[in-house]
């Protein structure tokens, strides 16, 4: 299926951390915290200004981001865990 941000909405795939701790005790899911991480899937067009005129994206797909902890709604899209985010969510990009 493919799916289109609208707005200033981001699809964002979350990086998977490690399941391991430095001493090699693995850590099972229910102890996990989600990553504030996460890979760019596709972006909106963008927001419109107070002219009707869209201003575009700072961010592109394929981008690494940071985002805050209870950022975005959690969709599933072709059996894959998503978040979709307004930009303002995003934090930064990960260079």
């Not at 850590?27 to 909106?44: F, S």
């Not at 961010?59 to 979709?84: A, H, M, N, R, Y």
């Amino acid at each position: 299926m493919a799916f289109r941000p609208l707005g200033d909405r981001v699809l964002v795939k979350r990086v998977e951390e490690v399941e391991k701790t430095k001493g090699g005790i693995i850590i099972p899911d229910t102890a996990k915290e989600k990553p504030q991480e996460g890979e760019v899937v596709a972006v909106g067009p963008g927001a419109r200004d107070d002219s009707g005129k869209i201003q575009p994206l700072d961010v592109k797909p394929g981008d690494k981001i940071l985002f805050g902890k209870w950022s975005g709604t959690e969709v599933k899209i072709d059996d894959q865990d998503l978040l979709i985010m307004k930009e303002s969510d995003v934090l930064g990009v990960v260079e």
